[in-house]
């Protein structure tokens, strides 16, 4: 049973825009989100992360924005850049030591 | 430098062999995972350890084996009785109390097992 969902396994954006990536998740008891970034063949890398007390957390280009009611969190990259083309991972904790992943969406930033 | 170190990068198994994939970190982290990665799926727990010499079973232990008899290290053995054992397979590591709240873990640059 998939808990965190990433309904859009790829997005197409022009270097310079904005990126936004969605993720669901199904368990009332997460409090804990993370946004993971990985290149092929590599582990992934923390990028971002957010409390279940926020409701927004901003780092340099990147945003996460998390909606609680509809257990729904994106992570916004403003603006895009060629180097941001990777897979990325929503993750989400129940302040325990697991974590569950969604399946990833792939970002191809076009020149 | 700190971080986590994976070997080997590559590894062929012979059906109804064992390999132990090995996973060193020396970040003083007391938590350590494996997780596996199928192509175009998430990652998925296989074991995890919160302290050395004890460990517990993630979403898909069946057919691996964990030991944790040091801190540093955490190597995950793949046994015959995996299945379908070609994937894409990443320890981690984590300092639970890091941070306000939550979590975060870090990641190896992963391990490829391929059956041949």
């Known amino acids: 049973d998939q808990q965190v969902k990433q309904n859009s396994p790829s997005l197409s954006v022009q270097e310079g825009r904005i990126s936004i990536l969605n993720c669901d998740y199904t368990n009332s008891m997460f409090d804990y989100f993370l946004w993971y970034k990985k290149y092929p063949a590599e582990g992934p890398t923390f990028l971002i992360s957010?409390?279940?007390?926020?409701d927004k957390n901003e780092d340099g280009r990147f945003t996460v924005f998390l909606n609680k009611s509809a257990k729904h969190l994106s992570l916004h990259i403003v603006p895009s850049q060629p180097g941001d083309s990777a897979v990325y991972f929503c993750a989400a904790s129940a302040n325990d030591y697991k974590l569950s992943f969604g399946a990833g969406t792939t970002v191809t930033v076009r020149a | 430098d700190g971080g986590i170190t994976q070997s080997p990068k590559y590894l062929f198994r012979k059906e109804g062999q064992n390999v132990t994939l090995s996973c060193e970190q020396n970040?003083?982290?007391?938590?350590m995972y494996w997780y596996r990665q199928d192509p175009g799926q998430g990652l998925r727990l296989i074991y995890y350890s919160q302290i050395v010499n004890d460990f517990q079973k993630g979403d898909i232990a069946e057919g691996y084996s964990v030991s944790r008899e040091k801190k540093e290290s955490f190597p995950l053995t793949v046994t015959s009785a995996q299945k379908n054992p070609t994937a894409f397979y990443l320890c981690?590591?984590?300092?639970?109390?890091?941070?306000?709240?939550?979590?975060?873990?870090?990641f190896g640059e992963g391990s490829w097992l391929t059956v041949v």
């Open positions: 970040l003083n982290h007391d938590a």
């Open positions: 981690a590591s984590s300092h639970p109390g890091q941070g306000a709240f939550g979590n975060t873990i870090y």
């Open positions: 957010i409390s279940s007390i926020k």
